[in-house]
């Protein structure tokens, strides 16, 4: 076993005493993370930490990854919006658990390299969009689970409005440097929220969330 691949059963053996449900950590396993950071840090691929990946932009921290994709209740039949494709990393873990991952990315240099390592690896059911004025992505709704690898202030009601009855929404709100990771399920009787615990996140630049 080489050092990355002891690093990676360092990170998901700790994972699975963290995370609930295996088939998350299963998804997390099967998912190279090398194939998505910069070449500078190929070797801190499996630390448990965000790295950057360009344009102001981050992997996000693996746990965090698998805290937020766990809160999704994934059965395997959803289509899925993610915001925030970013190296496509998470895409990739969501696209292990769902039936279609649709994510939308701001910086077209970003999702242009994401679309490349997800071809790579062989992916079919990830479309990679450029994210719209309009957060989210009107073309697909409603989706089952709507992710967001951004802050915003408050949760944005047109995200809502893309999310199918039961479906789930996670996001983090708050501040530009600090936020409450927030699990919202859409029910007919009123919305359920479960808060997660605090996180750092990019800010989420859009209509109804941040201004650039």
């Given at each position: 076993?080489?050092?990355?691949?002891?690093?990676?059963?360092?990170?998901?053996?700790?994972?699975?005493?963290?995370?609930?449900?295996?088939?998350?950590?299963?998804?997390?396993?099967?998912?190279?993370?090398?194939?998505?950071?910069?070449?500078?840090?190929?070797?801190?691929?499996?630390?448990?930490?965000?790295l950057s990946i360009g344009f102001g932009q981050t992997i996000s921290q693996p746990f965090i990854v698998a805290l937020m994709i766990q809160a999704l209740e994934l059965?395997?039949?959803?289509?899925?919006?993610?915001?925030?494709?970013?190296?496509?990393?998470?895409?990739?873990?969501?696209?292990?658990?769902?039936?279609?991952?649709?994510?939308?990315?701001?910086?077209?240099?970003l999702?242009?390299?994401?679309?490349?390592?997800?071809?790579?690896?062989?992916?079919?059911?990830?479309?990679?969009?450029?994210?719209?004025?309009t957060l989210g992505w009107l073309e697909d709704v409603p989706y089952g689970a709507i992710i967001v690898s951004a802050g915003a202030p408050s949760i944005p009601q047109v995200l809502l409005g893309q999310l199918a009855w039961g479906g789930r929404l996670v996001i983090p709100t708050g501040s530009r440097w600090q936020q409450e990771l927030v699990k919202v399920t859409k029910l007919k009787e009123g919305n359920k929220l479960e808060n997660l615990g605090i996180c750092y996140f990019v800010p989420l630049i859009g209509e109804d969330a941040w201004e650039e």
């Open positions: 076993m080489n050092r990355l691949e002891a690093a990676k059963a360092d990170l998901i053996r700790n994972l699975s005493l963290e995370i609930t449900d295996k088939r998350v950590v299963e998804a997390m396993k099967r998912v190279p993370r090398e194939a998505f950071v910069p070449q500078e840090y190929y070797d801190a691929a499996y630390e448990d930490r965000p059965k395997g039949d959803e289509k899925v919006l993610e915001l925030g494709t970013g190296s496509g990393y998470e895409a990739a873990v969501l696209a292990e658990l769902a039936k279609q991952v649709i994510t939308v990315e701001r910086v077209p240099e999702a242009a390299s994401a679309r490349q390592a997800l071809g790579k690896l062989g992916y079919s059911n990830i479309k990679v969009n450029i994210a719209s004025e």
